[in-house]
Nanobody, 117 residues
Framework: QVQLVESGGGLVQPGGSLRLSCAASGGIFNLWHMGWYRQAPGKQRELVAAVTRGGSTNYTDSVKGRFTISRDNAKNTVSLQMSSLKPEDTAVYYC???????????WGQGTQVTVSS
């Protein structure tokens, strides 16, 4: 049974930093493409950043230069380093995994990130 467990959310002031982590279990982590999504109140869930099984990354335009996604296949973890945070980054952040064939995907339970003074 695949499980994704996020940690690291919280309250931070504008301009601050947070690091989210996602621990995966129950599958072959290094075969998955991984991503972080977020959903703000009243908005659709959106892809924030993704890293392929081969290590290629992509980011939504609004976080480029501020967020960095990384994966550690030895520890079965994927992280999202967030810097220069803005109030509009406030959302629930979800870890996502998809098999390389795209046939199965999994979600974490989400972690709240609030950027406010």
């Amino acid at each position: 049974q695949v499980q994704l467990v996020e940690s690291g959310g919280g309250l931070v002031q504008p301009g601050g930093s947070l690091r989210l982590s996602c621990a995966a279990s129950g599958g072959i982590f290094n075969l998955w493409h991984m991503g972080w999504y977020r959903q703000a109140p009243g908005k659709q869930r959106e892809l924030v950043a993704a890293v392929t099984r081969g290590g290629s990354t992509n980011y939504t335009d609004s976080v480029k230069g501020r967020f960095t996604i990384s994966r550690d296949n030895a520890k079965n973890t994927v992280s999202l380093q967030m810097s220069s945070l803005k109030p509009e980054d406030t959302a629930v952040y979800y870890c996502h995994a998809v098999t390389s064939a795209g046939t199965l995907d999994y979600w974490g339970q989400g972690t709240q990130v609030t950027v406010s003074s």
